[in-house]
């Protein structure tokens, strides 16, 4: 039988096994962070979607306003009630 040279290869298999366990256990837990962080981000990108949406509602019924306040004046302006 040919001897093994690799050192590794000389540790027994479950702790070769370990070795290789806990990089990827620690990885696939910063992978459940990472994809927990993303949620979260969509989740205020909706809130920020919805507010913008409501603002621009708001923006445009102000405005809307605003021009009809505008004309009530400039009526008033050239054509006074007579009193």
Known sequence: MIA??????????????SDLTDPIRSLLENIEILLTRMQHLEQKCTNLEERQSYLEYDLHSDHENLKAENLGLRQQLYYPSEG
Not at 4 to 17: F, K, L, M, S
């Open 4 to 17: 093994d040279t690799n050192p590794q290869n000389n540790q027994p298999r479950a702790q070769r096994a």
